[in-house]
């Protein structure tokens, strides 16, 4: 058994629309041998290993569903009980993860498991002990050897409890998830930023931050101004607040004179400190504030004594201006039986399961330290000392959850004037989330009547004593944080529209930035060709995939994301954001297929549909196509928006009617006249002709790609004038859409320029190129990606021929598994095959020397259609292009066709250099010539 191939899906994705990891799962011989074949002993050993699998429903839906199924007839398969091992260990961890399923692929014995996870760090590793637990199992004539044999010491007891460290390592500290729950409760979003506590809510221009508890909100001067606790004393003294009386010390002698001028008991403790680490509390003698002090000073230089207030130990959490929570601290300690040491009676304490390392659990374990020590010292007792039932030992002379203590709820009780005191003790200092530490005898009384004193007040509180206490009530104290955060009614969400399609995606997600910007919005948009973070292009390449998505939503600056969403990225790594608010899905036609698993166009479309189900307030779908039709049934949208050139579509007719959504074209004298439908309403918008993208309406994938950015626009609020403004300032020109249809008419020929690289897209090029008035002939540079289905690159072949008088075949640069010339030559045999004469055929499989070979051909009054690949030197190289070097325009009916291009390397290169819009040529004769470029 072997895993041979993992993906790990970070969102939404074609198994889940949440975070799962999908694991290729070959038993080999293994698929002979289910779980009753291996029998009781297998069984047997897997639940003692794992007893939570017990719990799980399975199929059944109710606990013992799973050994249920292990023990039925003949059992279940080992893909089936991987996919519940790896879920159960990340339960054991503390991961609260549930979904799973397995699926049998078309090859025996290889099975496609998908189980969820939280930490993807987590997941994986999840699997690759799952993996080794189950062979370790196995009867020992079924076990793999050589390297991927079982390690003679695996012992899966140390190997699980190492598992569950190094999950617990990586997981959210108990004041940040409670944050986070209380975010995903109000339904906003949230990004961790790095492997602690750094967390980002909210998307884009409505984002605010969290680091534990200290929030963007939290003033940097207030932090400063808790961490030093002699400024705190001075400045709650001031205000008539109680505070111990306290001293700035740096030596140990000074440390003894300033104790003796307050007066014992006193408290020694780092100036700079948290957590209680480093404090000393009720020293009584010269010798024990000396210790105090060394001790002190491995946390700090400056180190503070005060007088030692007696009382219980109190942390009163005060968020935005008010009291939330009241926690009385005990510090940590253990009670006798009269039979057990101190010894033994910390390491029963630290069984309960709720103590953890750290933070990791509600309750840390006890330690033996230097205060354990000092403390027992004090009280004549060591850890071998057996106390009496019911007596009380301190190893902690303070009541830090993060040092052993144990925490109890006394909100309700607390007097007022200690709630105002706090209050204005958090206001004193500045910050917005705050924990005062108060000792008094008794809560329920003012401190004026007992004399308490405030000790500390903390920035970054935290939450775990009162989310969940030893005893008392929970509070939820992380729910008024995000009220403050983001009031009742305050946006945390940016619009997010995502485009997905086989064809016109890139197109349409410009239309809608287009449209958005002039709407005055700050957009950011994800394409094929870059992220552009309102306008500017910021990080270049192929960004349709999660990474770009992230980059938008944590830029402050936005505050609409228009996010190209491709195939590829949707199958390598899912989609980077839970929700969208608009979803749509232009069409889905054969490309791609034979890649990753994907072998028909209705699993393709199955893909693209993840972007309609994860659209919160709108689906926009392609009603003329049957694919995208279907996709309704999935949504979960609040509207369906239909998007149909015919005005006669019976559902369409129908949803309009029931007072659905719909962008549809209305035929009329003047031309056709995109229309939006909604609650009844008819709203004209623009006429087709009109919108330059469209070439006077000749372009109809424009017009169509015009009506799916309406659609999505107006889905997203934007005003009907700042759609049509949008459309009628939207051209085809390289800069604003390089790569898809790009006219250059500055040559005595024209020249198209498109990234086609479909039979669908084809076709539309093909279709637009019969629109065009052309008093001269039509040549085409054709090809196709080298991973496309061979019938796919034939299928190209044969919509381009007899569409055009002169064919140059090439490749892309990247062959992608494909021979030199394989490809060029496949689309000559499909033009050869559907009657292109062979003269009229070049096979030229270099791209620059392509289309160099047409342009070289072109004559006045001719039409160059060129499908690149590498957009941004083929664009430099057509408006470099000399047309000196075109031939005259000829009169005679008879041509001599050029069947072999001149290689570049046969002629003198011209050398472009573009300086301040003026660009230089270097002819075959040396001689520089000079023109104007368009600006």
């Known amino acids: 058994m072997r895993i041979t191939a993992s993906s790990v899906y970070v969102g939404p994705n074609r198994y889940a629309n949440f975070r799962v990891i999908r694991i290729v799962l070959d038993l080999g011989e293994l698929e002979g041998w289910p779980s009753a074949k291996l029998g009781p002993r297998f069984i047997s050993g897997l639940m003692d290993a794992l007893p939570g699998l017990a719990d799980h429903g399975c199929s059944y839906r109710e606990p013992g569903g799973f050994l249920l199924r292990l023990k039925e007839g003949e059992g279940t398969w080992l893909g089936h009980i991987f996919e519940h091992v790896a879920i159960e260990l990340q339960n054991i961890a503390g991961l609260s993860v549930t979904f799973g399923k397995t699926r049998s692929t078309d090859e025996p014995g290889v099975y496609d498991v998908v189980f969820e996870y939280e930490d993807e760090a987590v997941g994986v ?3 690759r002990l799952a993996l080794t637990l189950l062979h370790s199992l196995l009867p020992a004539e079924l076990q793999p050897s050589g390297d991927r044999a079982v390690p003679a010491d695996f012992d899966f007891a140390e190997e699980r409890d190492a598992f569950i460290r190094f999950a617990q390592r990586g997981a959210l500290g108990p004041s940040t998830a409670s944050l986070v729950k209380a975010a995903e409760e109000r339904d906003i979003p949230w990004l961790r930023l790095n492997k602690y506590s750094l967390v980002q809510l909210g998307h884009g221009c409505y984002q605010r931050r969290i680091q534990a508890t200290v929030t963007s909100e939290t003033r940097h001067i207030a932090v400063e101004i808790a961490s030093d606790k002699e400024e705190t004393n001075r400045i709650l003294g001031d205000l008539g607040l109680p505070v111990p009386r306290q001293e700035m010390v740096y030596d140990a002698d000074r440390a003894v004179r300033m104790a003796r001028r307050i007066g014992y008991p006193v408290v020694v403790k ?3 400190g948290n957590h209680g680490r480093g404090v000393s509390i009720n020293l009584t003698e010269d010798d024990q504030v000396r210790v105090a002090f060394d001790f002190a000073q491995k946390r700090g230089r400056t180190i503070l004594v005060e007088s030692f207030i007696t009382g219980q130990d109190h942390r009163m959490l005060v968020v935005d201006g008010r009291l939330i929570s009241v926690a009385r601290r005990v510090p940590g300690h253990v009670v006798g039986d009269g039979k057990h040491s101190i010894e033994q009676l910390v390491d029963i304490v630290n069984e309960d399961p709720r103590r953890g390392i750290g933070h990791e659990r509600i309750l840390t374990r006890l330690e033996f330290d230097h205060q354990a020590k000092r403390l027992l010292e004090q009280i004549g007792l060591d850890q071998q000392s057996i106390p009496e039932a019911g007596v009380t030992v301190y190893l902690r002379s303070t009541g830090n959850l993060s040092t052993g203590g144990t925490a109890e709820d006394v909100t309700d009780i607390v007097h ?6 706090a209050v204005r003790a958090v206001k004193a200092v500045g910050l917005d989330v705050g924990g005062v530490d108060f000792l008094t005898s008794d809560i329920s009384k003012s401190y004026k009547e007992t004399g308490g004193a405030i000790c500390e007040v903390n920035a970054a509180p935290g939450f775990r004593m009162h989310v969940a206490p030893s005893k008392g009530q929970p509070r939820d104290v992380a729910g008024p944080v995000m009220d403050m955060l983001f009031p009742p009614g305050t946006p945390s969400r940016i619009p997010i529209a995502s485009i997905t399609g086989t064809n016109g995606k890139t197109t349409t ?5 287009q449209i958005c910007k002039m709407a005055q919005h700050k957009v950011g948009l994800a394409t094929t060709d870059g992220v552009y973070i309102d306008g500017r292009l910021t990080v270049e390449g192929d960004m349709t995939g999660p ?14 994301a228009v996010l190209e969403t491709a195939r590829g990225g949707i199958l390598r790594r899912g989609i980077g954001y839970r929700k969208c608010t608009v979803g749509a899905v232009l069409n889905v036609q054969a490309d791609h297929l034979g890649l990753r698993g994907i072998d028909t166009v209705e699993q393709l479309a199955e893909v693209k549909r993840t972007v309609a189900e994860i659209a919160r307030d709108t689906a926009v779908l392609n009603a003329d196509d049957p694919l995208c039709l279907e996709m309704a049934d999935h949504c979960q949208a609040e509207h369906i928006c239909y998007v149909t050139i015919d005005n006669s579509h019976p559902i369409v007719k129908e949803h309009i009617r029931a007072g659905g959504r719909a962008v549809g074209i209305e035929e009329g004298i003047g031309g056709s006249m995109i229309t939006i439908y909604d609650r009844g309403a008819h709203m004209p918008l623009l006429w087709a002709h009109l919108i330059p993208a469209t070439l006077e309406g000749r372009a109809f994938h424009n017009v169509q790609n015009s009506m799916f950015a309406a659609a999505v626009a107006y889905s997203m609020g934007v005003d009907l004038e700042d759609i049509r403004q949008g459309l009628l300032t939207f051209d085809t020109t390289y800069f604003q859409v390089p790569g898809r249809m790009n006219i250059f008419d500055e040559h005595p020929f024209k020249v198209i320029l498109d990234y086609g690289h479909n039979p669908a897209a084809i076709q539309a090029m093909v279709n637009l ?16 990606p080298g991973d496309r289905r061979d019938e796919d690159i034939r299928e190209i072949g044969k919509i381009c021929a007899g569409n055009f008088a002169q064919y140059v075949c090439r490749r892309d640069s990247s062959l992608r598994g494909r021979g030199e010339d394989e490809v060029p030559r496949m689309l000559q045999e499909s033009l050869l095959e ?16 392509a289309i160099h070979a047409a342009l070289s051909i072109a004559e006045a009054g001719d039409l160059v259609l060129i499908f690149g690949d590498e957009i941004a030197p083929a664009w430099q190289q057509i408006i470099s292009f000399e047309p000196s070097m075109a031939l005259p325009r000829s009169t005679s009916s008879q041509r001599s066709p050029v069947v072999t291009a001149p290689s570049l390397a046969d002629r003198v290169p011209e050398v472009a250099l573009q300086l301040e819009g003026r660009q230089l040529i270097r002819d075959e004769r040396g001689v520089r010539l000079q023109r ?4």
């Open 125 to 127: 590793e999840a699997g």
């Open 270 to 272: 780092p100036l700079d």
């Open 416 to 421: 007022p004037d200690n709630l105002e005191m």
């Open 509 to 513: 997600a410009r239309m809608v930035a």
């Open 547 to 560: 990474t770009a998505a992230r980059i938008i939503l944590r830029d402050p600056s936005v505050d609409v």
């Open 769 to 784: 190129t019969q629109q065009l008035d052309v008093s001269g002939r039509r040549v085409v540079v054709l090809a196709a």
């Open 834 to 849: 559907h009657g292109v004469p062979a003269a009229q055929i070049q096979v030229v499989p270099q791209e620059g020397e």
């Open 932 to 935: 104007e470029l368009e600006d």
